[in-house]
């Protein structure tokens, strides 16, 4: 069935790392890709998003790209900072509303 | 900025009792949603709801779920006779439009005991 997978957590990073978290899925036909990012003691905020194959979602220096080739849609940072502490969720929306949801990745970043 | 919000922030029950969890959806939006995370887990979509009705539900959501819009601001999740692997945190979304951004709620931690 429909799935997302993405890379285990935690993952700690001194402040100024570079940020590379992994999502890959299966899915039939063309879904829309996101990432959401939960902050401590808040909700699921959409962090970027891809509706197309290639396209490139970008927000807060955060980007990730739609490769249909690879079923990847991997979430990078060139330098990340302590505010960028959380839990990021790759997630796809296919067909119907709902979305699709990975296990999430803690991010630990120390200054 | 408007946004999701959703009380009790942590419910404590015990088994085979009910229990009713609540959301207030952002007050344009016409698509409302219930999903959960069972600690360690995937966040698991339960349920849509426009219109009134039912969209869309998972395997999940059986007998023992139901959800209603009481009135023009709450959207609730009612379960029950919980059981001890209904502990999870529910959150709650809601979009303008079909295929739109979901907003999401901080989310209700359920803990039975």
């Known amino acids: 069935g429909n799935s997302v997978t993405q890379m285990e957590g935690p993952v700690t990073l001194s402040e100024e790392a570079f940020l590379t978290i992994n999502c890959t899925y299966t899915?039939?036909?063309?879904?829309?890709l996101f990432w959401y990012v939960q902050y401590p003691g808040e909700g699921l905020q959409l962090l970027l998003k891809?509706?197309?194959?290639?396209d490139k979602g970008s927000n807060k220096g955060f980007e990730a790209t739609y490769r249909k080739e690879t079923t990847s849609f991997h979430l990078e940072k060139g330098s990340v900072q302590v505010s960028d502490s959380a839990v990021y969720f790759c997630a796809y929306g296919g067909a119907t509303n709902k979305l699709i949801f990975g296990t999430g990745t803690l991010l630990a970043v120390q200054p | 900025e408007p946004e999701v919000t959703q009380t009790p922030s942590h419910q404590v029950t015990q088994m085979g009792q009910e229990v009713i969890l609540r959301c207030v959806p952002i007050s344009n939006h016409l698509y409302f949603y219930w999903y959960r995370q069972i600690l360690g887990q995937k966040v698991e979509f339960l349920v849509s709801f426009y219109n009134n009705e039912i969209s869309e539900k998972s395997e999940i959501f059986d007998d023992q779920f139901s959800v209603e819009r009481p009135d023009g601001s709450n959207f609730t999740l009612k379960i029950r006779s919980t059981k001890l692997e209904d502990s999870a945190m529910y959150f709650c979304?809601?979009?303008?439009?079909?295929?739109?951004?979901?907003?999401f709620g901080p989310g209700t931690r359920l803990t039975v005991t």
């Open positions: 979304a809601s979009s303008e439009a079909l295929g739109g951004e979901q907003y």
């Open positions: 891809a509706t197309k194959a290639d």
């Open positions: 899915a039939t036909g063309y879904p829309s």
